[in-house]
């Protein structure tokens, strides 16, 4: 990671008509890009698999847990494909 000050992003980003463009950020950063960040590049990230489909999920947060549940309406049971 690499961390510097932005100078000209307030000159950036006031109304568009006062706005000035902060060439010589961008020259750092353009010059930053082509040089790589410091360090191996991270692994990818592996393959996870989707969750699994339940009726019901259970949340604990602290002492509270919360429970939510499908919903099986019986009405909706009923519906035809014009509903």
Avoid at 7 to 12: A, E, I, Q, R
């Amino acid at each position: 990671m690499t961390v510097a000050d932005g100078p000209g992003y307030g000159t950036l980003m006031v109304d568009p008509q006062f706005s000035k463009t902060p060439w010589d950020t961008f020259a750092y950063t353009a010059e930053w890009i082509a040089h790589g960040a410091a360090g191996a590049p991270p692994a990818p990230a592996a393959a996870l698999a989707p969750p699994r489909r339940t009726a019901e999920v259970e949340l604990t947060i602290g002492e509270a847990a919360i429970r939510e549940t499908r919903s099986r309406s019986t009405s909706a049971a009923k519906c035809s494909a014009a509903c």
